[in-house]
């Protein structure tokens, strides 16, 4: 009980930029790691060559989809939690994270019986063209099995991270990925097992993430219990759960849907095409992973001060948020655009069409992610204050409404320059967006009176 009231007394009195900074630190770490993941499949597995290079670009929009299962389950019950702890309902607040582990476990499981039993015409529809397939198929099978550990692991680094404990999720992710790194090259040059060798050792790293994170809850080093016990019979938990989450599954789910698209409009121009947007992809998403990371350690700021009463806190740590996550992406996006070539290159030092349409590509997004700050700020700061339907129109608006149209039409006018450029014209429109919602969030929140604490 004195830790919890400790816990409460943090997350209500500690001044919100101290706060944020202390939160978001090792959340940023932790998408960078995740972020990592990718990024080191994706320069090992570049050495085999461009088909096996685009075949990591294919599977990206598998393992989004993977996120966004469990980003949907993670962030619903973690936001959720967090109100209940800073209400003082912790029997709710468990009740909700065991159901949200049960839920997940079985969506993903489903993930991967039918991903399996239909592999081949699943590549191809993420986009796999026939010189990629062989190489998309190796690396998909191994990662679909790996499903339940990368899902519950999402759902567990959020529930851990809205209480408060980003540092405790930050071990279990961070470990993973270090690993990941040291594995890559063994598994696909030292056992010779190519691309398969990079999804085992992904698979592997992931595992050993899961059994971290999930001794925080075993140990008690959470302030929630998950327990058999604990999960709900009742469908309006996992209703709520949903529906807290659903702007986290429009995130990612259209993250998937938008990468199956790029990699289909990048295909008509050559494997070289699909290798380029993915690898400009993947540097790009570490950028953008690092403003998630920070927009993280917003979130359960806002999530508990919301449940406590505590407007005002709200008010300011959403404003805190949106100008230092601008000031954060701007300096990565400005190292990013003068930095395009020799970033790309490292990559396919070899393939000079490839260098070519993957740093003009970087270099767009690089110029337009500076506007993405604001962006991230009001869309978590809507989901974590219970602000459902606008938070899930602004995520369907970066890689949904806005998006999808561009992604289809501009190539056909612009040839290979509209696919390099449908991403950062969907992130200016999306801004303009997102400054119309957030001035109002902050009027709205400007005009709540705090109530007391417990």
Same mark, same amino acid.
Not at 24 to 51: C, E, H, K, R, W
């Given at each position: ?63 989004? !989809?993977?996120?966004?299962?469990? /980003?949907?389950? %993670?962030? *619903?019950? =973690?936001?959720?939690? +967090?109100?209940?702890?800073? $209400? ?92 990941? !790194?040291?594995?890559?090259?063994? /598994?696909?040059? %030292?056992? *010779?097992? =190519?691309?398969?060798? +990079?999804?085992?050792?992904? $698979? ?251």
């Amino acid at each position: 009980m004195t830790d919890r009231k400790e816990h409460y007394r943090m997350m209500t009195e500690t001044p919100v930029e101290k706060l944020i900074i202390r939160l978001s630190v090792p959340t940023i770490i932790s998408m960078l790691v995740s972020s990592i993941y990718n990024m080191a499949d994706t320069y090992f597995v570049s050495q085999l060559g461009t088909s096996a290079s685009a075949a990591v670009g294919i599977v990206f929009s598998l393992m989004a !989809i993977m996120q966004a299962v469990g /980003f949907t389950v %993670g962030m *619903g019950s =973690g936001i959720l939690s +967090a109100r209940y702890l800073g $209400a003082g309902k912790n029997d709710e607040a468990n009740r909700t994270a065991s159901s949200a582990f049960f839920l997940v476990i079985v969506l993903s499981l489903a993930i991967t019986v039918l991903g399996l039993l239909n592999l081949r015409s699943l590549m191809r529809f993420l986009g796999s063209t026939e010189t990629i397939l062989p190489y998309a198929e190796a690396y998909g099978q191994y990662i679909l099995l790996a499903a339940p550990v990368i899902c519950s692991s999402f759902v567990m680094n959020n529930l851990l991270r809205n209480e408060g404990k980003a540092a405790f999720a930050m071990i279990g992710i961070t470990t993973g990925g270090i690993l990941n !790194i040291a594995l890559d090259p063994i /598994f696909i040059f %030292g056992l *010779g097992l =190519g691309t398969a060798g +990079a999804a085992i050792a992904t $698979a592997l790293s992931q595992s050993v993430s899961f059994l971290i994170l999930l001794s925080m809850f075993v140990f008690r080093r959470s302030n929630l219990e998950l327990g058999i016990r604990f999960i709900s019979k009742k469908a309006s938990t996992y209703l709520s759960i949903l529906k807290t989450g659903l702007p986290s599954l429009s995130r990612q789910g259209l993250a998937s849907i938008a990468t199956m698209l790029l990699n289909v409009q990048a295909a008509v121009y050559g494997d070289y095409a699909v290798a380029a947007m993915s690898i400009s992809g993947r540097i790009t998403f570490f950028m953008f992973a690092a403003l998630l990371g920070f927009g993280q350690g917003f979130q359960p700021v806002a999530g508990f001060n919301y449940g406590a009463g505590r407007f005002s806190r709200v008010r300011r740590a959403t404003l805190f948020t949106a100008i230092t996550g601008t000031a954060i992406i701007s300096v990565l996006s400005l190292f990013c655009f003068v930095f395009a070539r020799p970033l790309v290159s490292a990559f396919r030092k070899e393939d000079l069409d490839v260098i070519a349409a993957g740093s003009t590509a970087l270099r767009y997004q690089s110029i337009a992610l500076i506007l993405c700050g604001l962006c991230v700020a009001t869309n978590m700061s809507y989901q974590a204050t219970g602000h459902i339907a606008g938070a899930t129109y602004l995520a369907l608006c970066r890689q949904g409404i806005y998006f999808i149209p561009l992604i289809v039409i501009l190539p056909y006018f612009f040839g290979l320059k509209g696919v390099q450029l449908a991403q950062p014209l969907s992130d200016v429109l999306t801004f303009s967006t997102s400054l119309f919602f957030f001035i109002r969030l902050i009027r709205e929140l400007g005009g709540k009176k705090d109530e007391m604490g417990l």
